[in-house]
């Protein structure tokens, strides 16, 4: 397989992975040389280009904007990370045992923990995308900041995959995708979120990023490894949730300081 081809063919496997969208993939051919998840947080950021269409709509105000903006990245994902994140609360925190958790996150029924969960990440995540557009001085920051979590928060799960193991209780779907990414691979995934908080906030903000992710990469790692002693998709869907939340509100800390805008 040529290099384009190859890098094509990783493309779309990514693309019908992480998305809804109908595209038709051969999965019989050879794996390609880039793993497909390195496209991940690409494919972030095509979520939230195609999911910000309502900002362009200013008659629907803040609210009905932010709803919205959350529902169409809902929609276009098929609630992939959403799902992880219910599937995980229920196991990690329901679960006595490695086993049982992960007995739990294959069950598809919705328990009490995966609904408060939910609940609380879509919650916060609505009240602060609405007080950075209230706060805004311009849709160009909330777009920026808009494509920016989406590429970034995929960061994430990228890192967890190379610093722990896959664990599961059986075979998986997700364990297709999964694949520890080697530097060059994963200074190529990263790309886009680092330059897109740089063009958002400057290089400290670049740098506000990068060690945000890198801190809740360390957490994550010391929980999971108490908890599975590794990783599973479940898991993985659920950082990326967490990892929105925390950039959302690194976002709004530093949207507030470059306006002059103190809380």
Not at 49 to 70: D, I, K, N, R, T
Request: hydrophobic share 55%; aromatic share 12%; charged share 15%.
């Amino acid at each position: 397989m040529n290099p384009w081809a190859d890098f094509r063919e990783s493309a779309k496997r990514s693309l019908v992975t992480y998305t809804r969208f109908p595209i038709w993939v051969d999965w019989s051919k050879p794996k390609p040389s880039l793993p497909p998840v390195a496209f991940l947080p690409w494919i972030g950021l095509l979520v939230g280009l195609l999911s910000a269409w309502p900002l362009a709509v200013g008659f629907l105000g803040h609210e009905l904007q932010v709803l919205f903006m959350l529902l169409t990245a809902v929609l276009i994902t098929g609630s992939f990370h959403e799902d992880g994140l219910m599937d995980a609360a229920d196991g990690l925190v329901g679960g006595w045992t490695i086993e049982t958790r992960l007995q739990i996150m294959k069950d598809s029924s919705i328990g009490s923990y995966a609904a408060i969960a939910i609940w609380f990440a879509l919650t916060i995540k609505f009240f602060l995308l609405v007080r950075i557009l209230s706060e805004s001085a311009s849709t160009y920051w909330v777009i920026t900041i808009w494509l920016l979590i989406h590429s970034a928060a995929r960061v994430l799960p990228l890192f967890i995959m190379r610093n722990l193991p896959y664990v599961s209780s059986g075979e998986s779907k997700a364990a297709k995708m999964i694949d520890a990414l080697s530097l060059r691979q994963l200074c190529f995934a990263i790309s886009p979120g680092f330059l897109l908080a740089v063009v958002t906030f400057g290089l400290i903000g670049g740098l506000v990023f990068s060690v945000s992710i890198l801190g809740l990469d360390k957490l994550m790692r010391l929980y999971l490894s108490q908890k599975l002693q590794g990783f599973n998709g479940d898991t993985l869907g659920a950082s990326e949730q967490l990892a929105e939340i925390v950039l959302l509100l690194v976002s709004l800390l530093l949207l507030s300081l470059v306006q002059g805008v103190m809380y």
